[in-house]
């Protein structure tokens, strides 16, 4: 454990001894000036000054360390109310053990001047008694008040955090299914389409523009139902069938019951999009995808071919997918490779995960 800096140090322990011995001092103050007036408080102060003052100073140790090794231990957030009726009790406790602790240093002078009758050390007990619960009923609510303030202040620029993120995130995966490649390569494809396939290149148009339209609609749309996806993956996969042919294939195995199931946006079209780009697609050894849904969640498996030569790949894709489910659930997605296969099993989403932030 690393010491202190002074600036630490002095926030951390000068600044809250000084608070509770001014606290427990003018305690002390009002008590004598409430047995006599200014006349006994200056008689006792002449008298037991020190000890007045090594009593408050004591006992602001007292409850400095009963803070730091058992309330503090006590999270707010786990047990409230034990840690209020804690704080308060050992508080009041702490008081009452100050009051009375300077009673018996005041004895003395109760008893040999005329300013004070016996019978005040009960008064001033008592008293002190009553004002010690007050002002640890004070102290406590100060300290649930910080503590709400706290959480409040870090639970909003958590989600504030969280939320740019999520926006970052979606704004990467739009920007890598819009490429200049992307585009221009689906152009093309039409433009060769038309020359020869009319139909087919009114087909492959109405799909582009499906494809496009869904991208550019999503950015703000964290999830989205599994039917969406899949709709916006076959629009996809009818754009790549045209440039690959039978070289590539899709299977489906979805139950209708899961169709409305949420999934983050774009997740199905980010896998399949990687199954194409890290795989040579041939006729002998076409890339096979199989999309499965059940009531457990999704299946996107592909079979390994030969990876291109001239591939560049860090992972983004299925590294910005993980991501995501980190800021969306505390299931994650689950990978599993072998040498013939390639597999990512995606949890659905049925509520959006919530952090305890202090």
Same mark, same amino acid.
């Given at each position: 454990?690393?010491?202190?800096?002074?600036?630490?140090?002095?926030?951390?322990?000068?600044?809250?001894?000084?608070?509770?011995?001014?606290?427990?001092?003018?305690?002390?103050?009002?008590?004598?000036?409430?047995?006599?007036?200014?006349?006994?408080?200056?008689?006792?102060?002449?008298?037991?000054?020190?000890?007045?003052?090594?009593?408050?100073?004591?006992?602001?140790?007292?409850?400095?360390?009963?803070?730091?090794?058992?309330?503090?231990?006590?999270?707010?957030?786990?047990?409230?109310?034990?840690?209020?009726?804690?704080?308060?009790?050992?508080?009041?406790?702490?008081?009452?053990?100050?009051?009375?602790?300077?009673?018996?240093?005041?004895?003395?002078?109760?008893?040999?001047?005329?300013?004070?009758?016996?019978?005040?050390?009960?008064?001033?007990?008592?008293?002190?008694?009553?004002?010690?619960?007050?002002?640890?009923?004070?102290?406590?609510?100060?300290?649930?008040?910080?503590?709400? *303030?706290?959480?409040?202040? +870090? /639970?909003?620029?958590? !989600?504030?955090? &969280? #939320?740019?993120? =999520?926006?970052?995130?979606?704004?990467?995966?739009?920007?890598?299914?819009?490429?200049?490649?992307?585009?221009?390569?689906?152009?093309?494809?039409?433009?060769?389409?038309?020359? *020869?396939?009319?139909?087919? +290149? /009114?087909?492959?148009? !109405?799909?582009? &523009? #499906?494809?496009? =339209?869904?991208?550019?609609?999503?950015?703000?749309?964290?999830?989205?139902?599994?039917?969406?996806?899949?709709?916006?993956?076959?629009?996809?996969?009818?754009?790549?069938?045209?440039?690959?042919?039978?070289?590539?294939?899709?299977?489906?195995?979805?139950?209708?019951?899961?169709? =409305?199931?949420?999934?983050?946006?774009?997740?199905?079209?980010?896998?399949?999009?990687?199954?194409?780009?890290?795989?040579?697609?041939?006729?002998?050894?076409?890339?096979?995808?199989?999309?499965?849904?059940?009531?457990?969640?999704?299946?996107?498996?592909?079979?390994?071919?030969?990876?291109?030569?001239?591939?560049?790949?860090?992972?983004?894709?299925?590294?910005?997918?993980?991501?995501?489910?980190?800021?969306?659930?505390?299931?994650?997605?689950?990978?599993?490779?072998?040498?013939?296969?390639?597999?990512?099993?995606?949890?659905?989403?049925?509520?959006?995960?919530?952090?305890?932030?202090?």
């Amino acid at each position: 454990m690393q010491p202190l800096t002074p600036p630490l140090f002095l926030m951390k322990k000068v600044v809250p001894f000084l608070g509770v011995f001014t606290a427990i001092l003018g305690l002390f103050l009002y008590l004598l000036y409430s047995l006599g007036g200014r006349l006994s408080l200056f008689t006792a102060l002449s008298a037991k000054a020190g000890w007045v003052l090594l009593t408050a100073a004591a006992s602001s140790v007292v409850v400095l360390l009963a803070y730091e090794g058992l309330i503090r231990r006590i999270a707010w957030r786990h047990f409230p109310g034990l840690r209020f009726a804690l704080s308060w009790l050992l508080l009041w406790a702490t008081g009452i053990g100050a009051v009375w602790l300077l009673s018996v240093v005041l004895q003395e002078v109760i008893m040999t001047t005329g300013l004070y009758q016996p019978d005040n050390l009960k008064v001033f007990r008592l008293t002190g008694a009553i004002v010690s619960l007050l002002m640890s009923l004070l102290f406590t609510l100060i300290d649930f008040s910080w503590y709400a *303030y706290y959480r409040y202040a +870090a /639970e909003t620029l958590a !989600r504030t955090q &969280a #939320h740019r993120r =999520q926006k970052e995130l979606q704004f990467d995966v739009l920007r890598a299914q819009l490429t200049p490649h992307y585009l221009f390569n689906s152009l093309n494809t039409a433009s060769n389409l038309i020359s *020869y396939d009319s139909a087919g +290149a /009114e087909i492959y148009l !109405r799909k582009l &523009a #499906h494809n496009i =339209q869904y991208l550019m609609a999503k950015p703000n749309e964290v999830l989205s139902s599994l039917q969406q996806e899949l709709e916006v993956v076959d629009s996809f996969f009818h754009l790549m069938q045209v440039r690959f042919g039978d070289r590539i294939k899709l299977e489906k195995q979805v139950e209708p019951k899961c169709l =409305q199931h949420k999934i983050p946006t774009l997740a199905l079209q980010l896998l399949v999009e990687n199954a194409l780009k890290h795989n040579v697609a041939s006729t002998n050894t076409p890339v096979l995808i199989k999309i499965r849904a059940d009531s457990e969640g999704i299946a996107v498996e592909n079979n390994i071919t030969r990876p291109p030569q001239d591939l560049k790949s860090g992972k983004v894709g299925l590294r910005n997918l993980q991501e995501r489910y980190q800021h969306l659930s505390a299931k994650n997605p689950v990978v599993a490779q072998s040498a013939e296969s390639f597999k990512v099993q995606l949890p659905y989403i049925s509520h959006r995960k919530k952090e305890a932030y202090v």
